[in-house]
């Protein structure tokens, strides 16, 4: 069917009614109206807003207990206080590795056990580490 053909096709309103009335018992699918009498999907949704069983029913306005703005902000003040305590705890690391640092000046000890080798001998040695006199 060419497209000037098509343009001056006039459906009549029973037979939308009815094409309308198959998709709604799911009989047939938009995509195959549209398919077999080449329509646009537009057409066919317009048909369904005009002659659906919907068409008379009230809208139905649904209020959640918790909107998704209120969450959003919810999470947004626990992100931020959740990043104060990381702060803090990051000031209380700060000042015992200073601490720390003024106690090994103070005492000349090495309080910070730094180990670079292998472990002393007192560290749970094994037979074979022990040598045979």
């Given at each position: 069917?060419?497209i000037?053909e098509?343009?001056?096709r006039r459906?009549s309103?029973?037979?939308?009614i009815?094409?309308?009335?198959e998709i709604?018992?799911g009989?047939?699918r938009v ?15 317009r ?5 659906g069983?919907m ?6 306005i649904i209020v ?5 703005t ?7 003040r626990?992100v ?5 305590i990381?702060?803090?705890?990051q000031?209380?690391?700060?000042f015992k590795?200073?601490?720390i ?7 000349k ?6 180990f ?18």
């Amino acid at each position: 069917m060419t497209i000037q053909e098509r343009r001056f096709r006039r459906f009549s309103d029973s037979f939308k009614i009815q094409k309308v009335q198959e998709i709604e018992r799911g009989v047939t699918r938009v995509a195959d109206i549209c398919k077999e009498y080449e329509v646009t999907t537009a057409n066919i949704y317009r048909w369904i807003s005009k002659f659906g069983s919907m068409k008379n029913k009230p809208e139905r306005i649904i209020v959640e207990p918790q909107s998704d703005t209120k969450k959003i902000l919810e999470l947004k003040r626990k992100v931020a206080e959740l990043e104060q305590i990381i702060g803090q705890k990051q000031i209380l690391l700060e000042f015992k590795d200073k601490m720390i640092e003024i106690a090994e000046e103070t005492y000349k000890v090495d309080i910070k056990k730094k180990f670079t080798g292998k472990p002393s001998d007192t560290s749970g040695s094994s037979e074979k580490d022990i040598p045979s006199v």
